[in-house]
């Protein structure tokens, strides 16, 4: 599954929504200044780490599908990329200082990546995971949008619950001084932008070409309904953690 978003490499940064500044000073005021390394886990195209290079320390990024490692090469020629799977990366002797992953421990091995994660860091390395949940402004359009779905595609996954990843780390007892913040934004989209997301969601990408498409018209039809824009309520959640020393 780790190789599912290269089939939209070239869309996916246009179409999925960056990440708030502030997550930047909040891990620099955690980490008590700016890293001497930061790897960033499952980077894709590049989307977080646009953010994450604000930081100003040297950047690896970490990213198993070649089609979006291409795509991350190119838009950040100073960052080095690496490309293989998380379980499959040899950390540098010692660990790295800092380590993220932006809307991709989902897609780690839940057996491991906690793990992992502790063990590429350095004793009082910081950890710092986030991710984004899609919600809407107007509960009469998630309402419209949820129904317009599942007349396309009975077969629906539930959403993981906001932060779901604080808890994940928490339970694997590895880590120390876990703090959670969270950030909303108001994202407006008309028809097309709203299709062009959907179109990079994992369950899109799972489906047959004619049930894409039947989404795509269903969901296309429910925007246009209530004046060809929604406005999504876009909360995006920080847990950052320790190794202990």
């Given at each position: 599954?780790?190789q599912?978003?290269g089939?939209?490499?070239?869309?996916?940064?246009e179409a999925r929504?960056g990440?708030?500044?502030?997550?930047?000073?909040?891990?620099?005021?955690?980490?008590?200044?700016?890293?001497g390394?930061?790897?960033?886990?499952?980077?894709?195209?590049?989307?977080a780490?646009?953010?994450l290079?604000?930081?100003g320390?040297?950047?690896t990024?970490?990213?198993?599908d070649?089609?979006?490692?291409?795509v991350l090469?190119?838009?950040?020629p100073?960052?080095?990329?690496?490309?293989?799977?998380?379980e499959?990366?040899s950390?540098?002797?010692?660990?790295?200082?800092a380590?993220?992953c932006?809307?991709?421990?989902?897609?780690?091995?839940?057996a491991?990546r906690?793990?992992?994660?502790?063990?590429a860091?350095?004793?009082?390395?910081?950890?710092a995971?986030?991710?984004?949940?899609?919600a809407?402004?107007?509960?009469a359009?998630?309402?419209a949008l949820?129904?317009?779905?599942?007349?396309?595609?009975?077969?629906?996954?539930?959403?993981?619950p906001?932060?779901?990843f604080?808890?994940?780390?928490?339970d694997?007892?590895?880590?120390?001084?876990?703090?959670?913040l969270s950030?909303r934004?108001?994202?407006p989209?008309?028809?097309?932008a709203?299709?062009?997301?959907?179109?990079?969601?994992?369950?899109?990408?799972?489906?047959?070409?004619?049930?894409?498409?039947?989404?795509?018209a269903?969901v296309?039809?429910a925007?246009?309904?209530?004046?060809?824009r929604?406005v999504?309520?876009?909360r995006?959640?920080l847990?950052?953690a320790?190794r202990?020393?």
């Open positions: 599954m780790s599912l978003f089939e939209v490499a070239g869309d996916y940064d929504p990440y708030p500044a502030e997550i930047v000073d909040a891990l620099r005021a955690y980490h008590g200044g700016v890293p390394a930061l790897v960033e886990v499952g980077a894709g195209t590049g989307l780490t646009r953010t290079l604000g930081l320390a040297p950047t990024c970490v990213e198993p070649r089609r979006m490692a291409r090469a190119d838009r950040f100073r960052v080095e990329v690496v490309t293989v799977p998380f499959e990366w950390p540098p002797a010692g660990g790295v200082p380590l993220a932006a809307m991709a421990w989902h897609w780690l091995d839940p491991t906690n793990r992992r994660a502790h063990d860091l350095a004793p009082g390395g910081t950890l995971v986030f991710g984004h949940r899609y809407y402004v107007d509960p359009h998630a309402a949820e129904a317009a779905f599942e007349s396309a595609d009975p077969e629906q996954r539930g959403d993981r906001d932060g779901w604080r808890a994940d780390i928490a694997s007892g590895l880590f120390g001084d876990i703090r959670s950030f934004r108001a994202v989209l008309d028809t097309a709203y299709l062009r997301l959907v179109s990079t969601f994992s369950p899109q990408l799972r489906r047959p070409p004619e049930l894409r498409e039947r989404v795509l269903a296309g039809a925007v246009d309904g209530f004046g060809g929604v999504l309520d876009l995006t959640t847990v950052l320790r202990p020393t």
